[in-house]
């Protein structure tokens, strides 16, 4: 049972246009949500995140929306340049646990042309 | 201070052998994670500590995997008589505290032969 899905495997867009990413989870208790971004050859790098008291969090090209009614979440960035081209992966948790382990998706290959 | 490190980045094992992985996570990180990655999918946890306690172990680690974090520093990931379903990458992550972001070294790749 794969708790955090991202359907699409592949996404292709135009520099300057707009990628967006998306992810479903069924996990009731996740309330804390990120996003990974990970070029070949290194580890995965914390991008953006969102609690799920928001339904929004931007950080520069990059925003996050939350639809927790839908247990659905996405990427937007824009506009795409060809360095975010990468794996993006889709990660969940429940915000007040003693771990902190995160559920991830099994990502999402981004691939921006020039 | 370079992040979190993992050594080796590439282990070739015959199936049958054991293998020991080592991280070196951010030094003021008091959380330290161990998960697993296969082609195609995304991170799997395997366990985690806090400080020099192992706190959790996923179902995924079987018997033949064992983890330790000695003086709560750095980690070592053991596989002892290695399977081909074991080969995957293998990425630590450490963090804060449970709350904040979770910080990736490059991984240990292991194919088993």
């Known amino acids: 049972d794969q708790q955090v899905k991202q359907n699409s495997p592949s996404l292709s867009v135009q520099e300057g246009r707009i990628s967006i990413l998306n992810c479903d989870y069924t996990?009731?208790?996740?309330?804390?949500f990120l996003w990974y971004k990970k070029y070949p050859a290194e580890g995965p790098t914390f991008l953006i995140s969102?609690?799920?008291?928001?339904d929004k969090n931007e950080d520069g090209r990059f925003t996050v929306f939350l639809n927790k009614s839908a247990k659905h979440l996405s990427l937007h960035i824009v506009p795409s340049q060809p360095g975010d081209s990468a794996v993006y992966f889709c990660?969940?948790?429940?915000?007040?646990?003693?771990?902190?382990?995160?559920?991830f998706g099994d990502g999402t290959t981004l691939t921006v042309k020039p | 201070d370079t992040g979190v490190s993992q050594d080796p980045r590439h282990k070739i094992t015959k199936r049958g052998q054991n293998v020991t992985f080592r991280c070196d996570p951010i030094?003021?990180?008091?959380?330290l994670y161990w998960y697993r990655q296969t082609l195609g999918q995304g991170p799997e946890f395997l366990t985690y500590?806090?400080?020099?306690?192992?706190?959790?172990k996923s179902r995924l680690l079987s018997d033949r995997f064992s983890a330790e974090r000695p003086k709560g520093s750095f980690s070592t990931l053991e596989i002892q008589r290695t399977e081909q379903g074991d080969s995957a990458m293998y990425l630590c992550?450490?963090?804060?505290?449970?709350?904040?972001?979770?910080?990736f070294g490059a991984g240990t790749r292991l194919s088993v032969l």
């Open positions: 992550a450490s963090s804060a505290d449970p709350g904040n972001i979770q910080y």
């Open positions: 996990n009731s208790m996740f309330d804390y």
């Open positions: 969102i609690s799920s008291i928001k």
């Open positions: 990660a969940a948790r429940p915000y007040n646990t003693n771990a902190g382990k995160s559920t």
């Open positions: 030094s003021e990180h008091n959380r």
């Open positions: 500590f806090q400080n020099e306690a192992q706190l959790e």
